[in-house]
C-alpha cells in the first residue's frame, strides 16, 4: 500500500520541489549567500540588512 508522501514524491523523480518567489519577491543567490555565512561561522539572519544587499539578484528594488 503506497501511503500519499510516496504519491508525493512520485511526482518528483529527481528530488527537487521548488516554489517559484511572488511577483516583487526578491531572488536571493542561496549558494553565495550560504558561502559567505559558513565562511564566517554565521547564520544568515545575524547578517545586517547592508550585508544581505550583496546577495539580490540584480534589478530587485526594495519597495
Not at 516583487?24 to 547564520?43: H, M, Q
Amino acid at each position: 500500500m503506497k501511503s500519499d508522501d510516496d504519491d508525493f514524491e512520485d511526482d518528483f523523480p529527481d528530488g527537487v520541489y521548488a516554489v517559484p518567489p511572488s511577483p516583487g519577491e526578491p531572488k536571493i543567490k542561496v549558494r553565495k549567500l550560504s558561502d559567505y555565512c559558513k565562511a564566517r561561522g554565521i547564520k544568515p539572519s545575524d547578517l545586517s540588512e547592508d550585508e544581505l544587499k550583496q546577495f539580490l539578484s540584480e534589478g530587485y528594488v526594495n519597495k
